[in-house]
C-alpha cells in the first residue's frame, strides 16, 4: 500500500468551504482523476483519507494537509496535477510527496498566520502588539460545546508582530497587517484568540471582521522561532532512497 501527503490551498471566497464541504469535494476528484484508493473495512467504506488539523471555516489557507492510501503505487507530481485539474480553483493541490516517514500529524505543532486588519491604523495595531507581548497572560473567552470557557492566550503566542501595509493598499485607507506565530496547544489557540486579546489588552476592536490566512503550518523550530516544511522528511528519505539504489545499481555494473 502507498501513502501520498498532499498539500492544499483555500483561497478566495472558498476560504468560506467547511471542512465537510472540502470532503466531499476531494472524494468527488479522487474518483474523476480514478486514484487507485484503498478503503476502509465494515458496511460502509470510506476512502481512506486522514486530514490534519484543518483551518476554521472563513480563514484561508497556504498549508492544508491529508493523506491518501492507495492500492497501487502512482508518480506523486502526476496524481498531484490530475487531483488539481479534479478541484475547484481555489482549494489547489500544491505539493505532494510519498510517506516514507510516519507521522505527520505530530510535525504540525506550529503555524503562521497573516492578519489583514482593514480599518485599523498600523500605529494603534503596533500599540496594541506591543501590550500583547508585554503581558504575562491575556484571558480570552470562546464558546465551547459546554459553555462559555475561559483560557489563557498568551503561552501559545510564540510571535506577534505588525508588518509594513501592502503596497497595493490605496493610501487613504487605514489597514494593518499582524504576523502571528501560534503553537498548537490544547485548548487551541486560533487567531480569533489572539484578536479577542488584542481587545482585551489595548482596546483594538476592527470595524470589520479580519481577513485571516495560514501561510505555513509545520514542526515549531524553538531556537530561530520558525515554522519548518512538514513535507522535508518524506522528501529527504525518498532522496536517499533513490541515491541507494542508483549507488547499489552502479556498483554491480561492469567494470
Not at 465537510?20 to 482523476?33: C, T, V
Not at 514542526?219 to 515554522?227: H, I, K, M, P, S
Amino acid at each position: 500500500m502507498q501513502r501520498i501527503r498532499l498539500r492544499y490551498t483555500k483561497r478566495g471566497r472558498l476560504r468560506f468551504t467547511s471542512h465537510r464541504d472540502f470532503q466531499r469535494a476531494f472524494e468527488r476528484a479522487l474518483r474523476r482523476a480514478e486514484v487507485p484508493m484503498a478503503y476502509s473495512a465494515g458496511f460502509t467504506p470510506h476512502p481512506k483519507v486522514s486530514y490534519a488539523n484543518a483551518a476554521p471555516t472563513g480563514t484561508g489557507s497556504e498549508a492544508e494537509y491529508l493523506e491518501i492510501a492507495l492500492t497501487a503505487e502512482r508518480d506523486p507530481d502526476t496524481l498531484r496535477e490530475l487531483l488539481d485539474e479534479s478541484m475547484p480553483v481555489g482549494l489547489d493541490i500544491i505539493d505532494a510527496v510519498e510517506a516514507r516517514t510516519s507521522g505527520l500529524a505530530d510535525r504540525l505543532t506550529a503555524s503562521v498566520w497573516e492578519l489583514r486588519l482593514d480599518g485599523v491604523a498600523p500605529e494603534d495595531a503596533e500599540r496594541a502588539v506591543a501590550a500583547f507581548n508585554a503581558a504575562e497572560s491575556v484571558e480570552v473567552q470562546r464558546m465551547a460545546k459546554n459553555g462559555m470557557r475561559t483560557f489563557d492566550a498568551r503561552p501559545a503566542v510564540a510571535d506577534l508582530e505588525t508588518l509594513s501595509p501592502q503596497a497595493d493598499r490605496p493610501n487613504d485607507q487605514a489597514c494593518a497587517i499582524l504576523r502571528l506565530v501560534v503553537r498548537h496547544v490544547t485548548p487551541a489557540v486560533r487567531p480569533d484568540d489572539v484578536l479577542s486579546g488584542l481587545r482585551a489588552v489595548a482596546d483594538l476592536a476592527p470595524p470589520v471582521a479580519a481577513a485571516v490566512t495560514r501561510l505555513a503550518q509545520g514542526l515549531f523550530d524553538e531556537e530561530t522561532g520558525t515554522v519548518t516544511d512538514p513535507l522535508a522528511p518524506d522528501r529527504e528519505a525518498a532522496e536517499t532512497a533513490h541515491r541507494t539504489v542508483a549507488e547499489a545499481a552502479a556498483a554491480k555494473a561492469p567494470a
